[in-house]
């Protein structure tokens, strides 16, 4: 069963249309938690809350905060109007969508009507956390080029919960989102990975797609047990759908767990096992050395040129690309200058697309 406390609204620390980061009191103790407008209603100072404690009373990382339930203040709604596609489905909070693929949507015919993805460039990334780089990359290199972000429902499922999906859009490095599945409050709500690659394609009319899940993975420690495995899928998807897909490899040296050193197995298991068709692995030539011996190794001992073209380029910008944004990078709590090699990945391969669009 989940934990639920009650609490007060102490203050609103800020908020948009989607979301409100709150300061709540439960017990006389001052603690953080989110409200999901959508699903929930605007709450004001002084409200009482139904919050799940769930998350932090199991320290959690991400995802480690409490979340409305319900506004005893405010308790009912009124539905909005249009679509009928439901996410969350099933649950109490489920909640009503305008998909763009249903038949009421202006959008209808172009699924039946489409035909393929045209080479489309389409990265496909394990965390969350690789996304300002590439987009930082990307737009310094293709500034007039579009930009879209599809949101798996791998982790967070409101992309509200993204703050960097917030600050990418705003200063423009994103131009449009599209959330599946059961993740939702993208500006393109979809079914699933194909009808949101034809999205992006179609409709939002993409120069280069950037597919990753949102905030948080679910991780076991096992070889196949992580949330991050439908980037096999996504790949197939990608290809089978005609695009030119890349992904970008999981790589870290800070990481104090064995198996994430290096390529992580989370990458290695994807490239070695899962996907059924051939994908771009393009690597930054420019690690120390003998970090990038120990890649060269993993990729030759799990065969995976065999399977995939893998490129091995030189790219030292990622920082300027960074700072030329103002962006601030963090990945399971480590900074740039502490996991460099991470950001670094996602940059290179942004890189290599740019090339490939501005040749």
């Known amino acids: 069963m989940i934990s639920?406390?009650?609490?007060?609204?102490?203050?609103?620390?800020?908020?948009?249309e989607s979301i409100q980061d709150l300061l709540v009191e439960i017990d006389g103790?001052?603690?953080?938690?989110?409200?999901?407008?959508?699903?929930?209603g605007k709450a004001k100072i002084g409200d009482n809350l139904v919050l799940n404690t769930t998350a932090v009373e199991l320290s959690l990382g991400t995802g480690g905060f409490h979340f409305v339930i319900l506004?005893?203040?405010n308790p009912e709604s009124e539905l909005s109007d249009g679509g009928h596609i439901m996410k969350l489905r099933y649950t109490p909070m489920q909640i009503k969508v305008d998909s763009v693929e249903e038949q009421d949507s202006q959008y209808h015919d172009i699924f039946n009507d489409f035909v393929c993805l045209e080479r489309l460039?389409?990265?496909?990334?394990?965390?969350h956390s690789i996304i300002p780089p590439f987009a930082a990359t990307f737009k310094?290199?293709?500034?007039?080029?579009?930009?879209?972000?599809?949101m798996t429902d791998g982790a967070a499922l409101p992309i509200a919960f993204s703050k960097n999906v917030e600050n990418l859009k705003k200063k423009?490095?994103?131009d449009a989102t599209i959330t599946y599945g059961n993740a939702f409050g993208g500006d393109y709500e979809c079914?699933?990975?194909?009808?949101?690659?034809?999205?992006?394609?179609?409709?939002?009319?993409?120069?280069?797609v950037i597919v990753a899940m949102g905030p948080g993975i679910a991780g076991t420690g096992t070889k196949y047990g992580f949330s991050g495995i439908d980037q096999g899928m996504i790949i197939d998807a990608v290809e089978k759908l005609n695009g030119e897909s890349y992904i970008i490899p999981?790589?870290?040296?800070?990481?104090?767990r064995p198996r994430h050193i290096g390529i992580s197995h989370h990458s290695i298991t994807i490239l070695s096992e899962i996907t059924s068709k051939a994908s771009n692995l393009v690597i930054n030539s420019g690690y120390d050395e003998s970090k990038l011996k120990i890649i060269k190794d993993q990729i030759l001992c799990n065969s995976i040129a065999e399977k995939h073209k893998v490129f091995f380029t030189e790219y030292e910008s990622t920082k300027d690309d960074l700072d030329k944004f103002d962006l601030k990078v963090k990945s399971m709590g480590r900074g740039f200058d502490e996991d460099k090699e991470f950001f670094i990945a996602a940059s290179t391969v942004a890189n290599e697309i740019s090339k490939k669009i501005n040749d």
């Open 172 to 174: 423009g490095l994103i």
């Open 140 to 150: 310094k290199n293709c500034p007039e080029k579009k930009l879209v972000y599809i």
């Open 4 to 16: 639920k406390k009650l609490g007060i609204v102490n203050k609103i620390k800020s908020e948009n």
């Open 29 to 40: 103790n001052i603690e953080r938690a989110y409200n999901y407008i959508q699903l929930t």
């Open 71 to 73: 506004n005893i203040d």
């Open 121 to 127: 460039p389409v990265a496909v990334g394990a965390l």
């Open 250 to 256: 999981r790589i870290s040296f800070a990481d104090l």
């Open 191 to 208: 079914v699933n990975i194909y009808t949101a690659l034809i999205t992006a394609k179609a409709i939002c009319k993409a120069d280069c």
